[in-house]
């Protein structure tokens, strides 16, 4: 059962938010005591920390689905919904998050080093906080914006100064055991370290820690062995320290082909980023002198290490022999390495890149099978879409007014749509779908009076007299005619409340079945039809009268 896991794909989702509330204040002696709908809380976001405590991936490993609290809707009486509770998830120090494709989104170094994976929606305003000057008394409130959701691929790459690196059964884990508190398990058989050690050595003032990988063997770099998948720990590593065995028992095997073996192996490996494993500061230890053949074996090829340019250093793991010079010898190549490049201030808050111009968006003109589609992109306007209620027409106007004070109905006549055209908010072909029904084709400017106003309809010339009298005459006029009518009906006898039984044709003359029921004295009730149209045309401005298709 293995313990240490050092790559995952975790799924995170922010919570949603919650939805605004429409709600009229009610009170004894106040009909309509205005809007009082609270708002939606914000969903919770999740986010990454990293926990110095936390060694190792495997919590997420095993539950990879992970999802933060939604917000709460807002309620009447303007109260505010609660806010979703954020989700921090511990990660170890070194953990890279990269998307599924490989594009590296974070690297988290650092206690207390933060990035949030998945932000969560916004919450919805509710009717009291939409309500203006000009709108007194909206009868609708915002949904809640759904939270993010990411797939995120965790990598940990251990934070270390020093990498052991060699063949199996060289003696890494005993020279890490030996030269710190590190207690690796150390055995006869090769692969006995499955998984990275981390241990501290102080060596003068200098202070590192020193990383023991799996062994590599030739082909590691085509999967053989463990192959390669440890040597992400590697790098980060300023300097890497070859442990060569001078006493193995394998005839084909000697200290300086095993070196060059790991060599062109580590040359074979990727680094994400800093230089190449092969071109770091490297030392070369021959171990195991304790043994007299492998004293007698080190001591005559040390002079041909040196040859290629490497430190040599004759130690043994068991005897703690010229491990005190080999300590002082990686503190030198470690000061170095942190003089050259002093090691950044651990960020605290990770900053997730910053969104694409808010305030903009882009219009393109797209070629469908059934003519023409307009796709509009922009993070305003999408967000709007989602926070629109469709069923609510008072909703829909107030997109189609936002969507209008933004400039999409000049973008979409430049663009070329005409009424009728398809237009599509958001990036995929789910997006929410208008039928655009522009007043105005051909650009002839914007309509920016009221809602259900029309300024160029307006007749601003003042009536003169004259004009006031006949049209004052016509009314009066009018208006006789009508009463006149209304006592003829009366006296017909057509003037009474129908009974549901007599509402059938027996009453209705030749001359009231075209007649509306309001003129045959029956309230008659309203036409949702009718009404929800007027309501949809006062709401919606002339030109910008959005149908969800
Ligand atoms: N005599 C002697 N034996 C040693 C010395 N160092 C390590 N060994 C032995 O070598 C064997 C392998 O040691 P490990 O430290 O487990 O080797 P490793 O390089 O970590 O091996 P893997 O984890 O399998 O890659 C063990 O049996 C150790 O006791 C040494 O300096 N002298
Ligand atoms: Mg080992």
């Not at 059962?1 to 002696?29: I, N, Q, Y």
């Not at 000061?335 to 393109?364: C, K, N, Y």
């Amino acid at each position: 059962m293995t313990s240490f896991v050092d790559r995952v794909v975790l799924h995170v989702a922010g919570g949603d938010g919650g939805a605004g509330c429409a709600s009229v204040h009610r009170e004894k002696f106040k009909p309509l005591g205005g809007p009082d709908g609270g708002n939606g809380g914000a969903g919770g976001s999740v986010v990454l920390v990293v926990d110095p405590q936390t060694t190792t991936l495997l919590d997420y490993h095993h539950s990879p689905h992970r999802s933060a609290t939604s917000g709460r809707s807002g309620q009447g009486g303007l109260r505010n919904g609660a806010t979703g509770a954020e989700l921090v998830l511990p990660v170890p120090d070194g953990t890279v998050v990269k998307t599924p494709d490989g594009e590296v989104l974070a690297d988290l170094v650092g206690a207390g080093a933060r990035w949030v994976a998945a932000a969560g929606g916004r919450g919805g305003l509710g009717n009291a906080a939409l309500a203006s000057p000009r709108r007194k008394a909206p009868g609708f409130a915002l949904l809640g914006e759904p939270g993010e959701r990411a797939d995120v691929v965790l990598e940990l790459k251990t934070v270390a100064d020093v990498a052991l690196v060699g063949y199996p059964s060289a003696g890494k884990s005993s020279l890490v055991a030996a030269m710190s508190a590190a207690r690796p398990k150390i055995a006869d058989y090769p692969f006995t370290t499955l998984v990275p050690n981390l241990g501290v050595v102080q060596a003068g003032d200098v202070r590192f820690t020193v990383a023991d990988v799996p062994g590599l063997i030739p082909g590691a770099s085509r999967g053989k062995g463990l192959g390669l998948e440890f040597l992400r720990h590697v790098e980060r590593c300023t300097a890497l320290v070859h442990v060569l065995d001078g006493a193995t028992l394998e005839l084909d095997r000697d200290p300086v082909s095993d070196l060059r073996v790991i060599q062109d192996e580590l040359a074979a490996y990727q680094v994400d980023g800093g230089p190449p494993l092969n071109e770091r500061p490297q030392l070369a230890v021959l171990n195991k002198i304790d043994v007299p053949e492998a004293r007698e074996l080190a001591e005559l090829v040390a002079p041909e290490l040196e040859a290629l340019g490497l430190e040599v250093h004759l130690v043994s793991a068991a005897s703690h022999e010229g491990l005190r010079e080999l300590a002082f010898a990686m503190a030198r190549l470690v000061a170095e390495g942190r003089a050259a490049s002093p090691p950044a201030e651990p960020q605290r808050i990770v900053l997730r890149p910053p969104a694409v111009d808010e305030a903009g968006f882009t219009v393109t003109r797209e070629v469908v099978p059934d003519g023409d589609r307009f796709r509009v992109r922009g993070v305003k306007p999408e967000r709007w879409v989602r926070q629109t209620d469709f069923s609510n027409d008072e909703a829909v106007g107030y997109l189609a007014d936002r969507l209008a004070r933004l400039g999409v109905e000049d973008a979409l006549v430049s663009a070329g749509a005409v009424a009728g055209a398809e237009v599509v908010i958001g990036p995929s072909d789910d997006a929410v779908v208008f039928d655009w029904e522009p007043a105005l084709v051909g650009g002839a400017g914007v309509n920016v009076g009221p809602r259900g106003s029309d300024s160029r309809l307006d007749d601003t010339r003042r009536a003169s007299r004259r004009e006031r009298r006949e049209r004052y005459e016509e009314r009066r006029v009018a208006r006789r005619e009508a009463r006149a009518e209304l006592e003829a009906e009366r006296r017909a006898g057509h003037w009474v409340d129908p009974e549901p039984a007599d509402a059938g044709p027996v009453d209705a003359g030749p001359v009231d079945a075209h007649r509306p029921r309001l003129l045959r004295g029956c309230p008659a009730a309203p036409n949702p039809a009718v009404q929800g149209r007027r309501h949809l045309l006062r709401q919606g401005r002339k030109s910008s009268r959005l149908r969800r298709a």
